[in-house]
């Protein structure tokens, strides 16, 4: 599986980015899905996943009730949309698919590149 992320940005705080990770491989619709992140000095952190089909979807504490991840495997993409952003959600944010959902990084067999995410305040 392929994975090729996008759609990373400068915002101000309070706005609003939508990335995409388009994937590629004739598997690739059944995996799951996740986004990290990764800040500068940081270790990189779980984001939100979901399952196969996108039904079933989880978020870190930070960005619950702010980021929603949503899927659409007819066009092999997962999406991230980013609402409320705060100076702290500046990262590099990477998709990447493993076999079940999970929120552990060592889980997820393959990663796209990262796109970064600049938050402004």
């Known amino acids: 599986v392929q994975l090729q992320a996008f759609g990373g940005g400068l915002v101000q705080a309070g706005g609003s980015l939508r990335l995409s990770c388009a994937a590629s491989g004739r598997t690739a619709s059944s995996y799951a899905l996740g986004w990290f992140r990764q800040a500068p000095g940081k270790e990189r952190e779980f984001v939100a996943g979901?399952?196969?089909?996108?039904?079933?979807?989880h978020y870190a504490d930070s960005v619950k009730g702010r980021f929603t991840i949503s899927r659409d495997n007819a066009k092999n993409t997962v999406y991230l949309q980013m609402d409320t952003l705060k100076p702290e959600d500046t990262a590099v944010y990477y998709c990447?698919?493993?076999?079940?959902?999970?929120?552990?990084?060592?889980?997820?067999?393959?990663w796209g590149q990262g796109t970064q995410v600049t938050v402004s305040s």
């Open positions: 979901c399952n196969w089909s996108g039904t079933n979807t």
């Open positions: 990447a698919a493993s076999a079940h959902p999970t929120n552990w990084a060592p889980d997820y067999s393959f």
